[in-house]
């Protein structure tokens, strides 16, 4: 935590030297910066006397100051500026503003742009606030495509969850519950769907055996391929994840 400006003395400030004073001066800027304009001839210690001697005037005007600095909104280059569900092939634009609501809001201004409302100041707030949308969409498109492929290839499973696993896209249970991580929806949709099918075919297979493969090769054709390009998968997967 920053020190408070108007509780330290002396404040933090900066000492210039001017040819061109004729006297000691102070001069505090708008956003608390505190300079001490030093003229030939007078000495460091001259100068921190002078400051002190103003103590009460120079107090008042940081206090004055600190009441009304308002807070930076964070730096734009923090904020992510679209959510691209390849797996979906739906793209967001999002848009923020700062408002004084206690907590922050996201949504939908169209269906092609977010909006993220509330007291924006700390990254990690906003990245929570979207993590927690983007996991509630997983867990509403991702059970659907399970559902859509499930029928297309024929095999069943006995339920599903939707997650935000650490270091694996989808899991089996031996009872046929299959479990997605809600980050492959960044996944090109082929990847996600190979995801989803792998998970699929553990439903019979319930190990990576060369039985498990050859069904999986047989419904994914590009299995290899597939595999291969899932090993980079998280280059698709937003860092604030
Ligand atoms: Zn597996």
């Not at 600190?66 to 909104?73: F, N």
């Not at 509630?136 to 095999?155: A, D, F, T």
């Not at 997605?180 to 996944?187: D, Q, R, T």
Request: aromatic share 10%; proline share 6%; with cysteine.
């Amino acid at each position: 935590m920053d020190t408070d400006i108007t509780e330290s003395w002396p404040p933090p400030l900066r000492l210039r030297r001017s040819l061109k004073a004729k006297y000691l001066r102070i001069s505090i800027s708008a956003t608390n910066e505190v300079e001490l304009v030093v003229p030939r001839g007078a000495t460091k210690a001259d100068a921190l006397d002078f400051l002190n001697s103003k103590k009460p005037w120079v107090l008042k005007q940081l206090k004055k100051n600190a009441d009304k600095v308002i807070v930076p909104p964070l730096p734009e280059h923090h904020w992510p500026f679209t959510l691209n569900f390849r797996a979906l092939n739906m793209r967001y634009a999002l848009q923020y503003k700062i408002t004084s609501a206690s907590h922050i809001r996201i949504s939908m201004v169209d269906e092609y742009t977010l909006m993220i409302s509330g007291p924006l100041l700390e990254p990690q707030a906003i990245f929570h606030a979207l993590k927690k949308w983007v996991k509630k969409q997983g867990q509403w498109y991702l059970p659907i495509m399970l559902n859509e492929l499930s029928v297309q290839i024929g095999l069943g499973f006995s339920g599903v969850s939707v997650r935000g696993q650490k270091s694996r896209w989808g899991s089996c249970s031996s009872k046929g519950a299959i479990s997605l991580n809600y980050k492959s929806l960044f996944l090109p949709k082929a990847l996600c769907e190979h995801v989803i099918i792998h998970e699929l075919c553990h439903t019979v297979h319930l190990d990576h055996s060369s039985r498990f493969w050859g069904l999986l090769t047989e419904h994914d054709p590009k299995t290899q391929l597939h595999r291969e390009q899932l090993k980079q998968g998280d280059q698709f997967v937003p860092g604030w994840l």
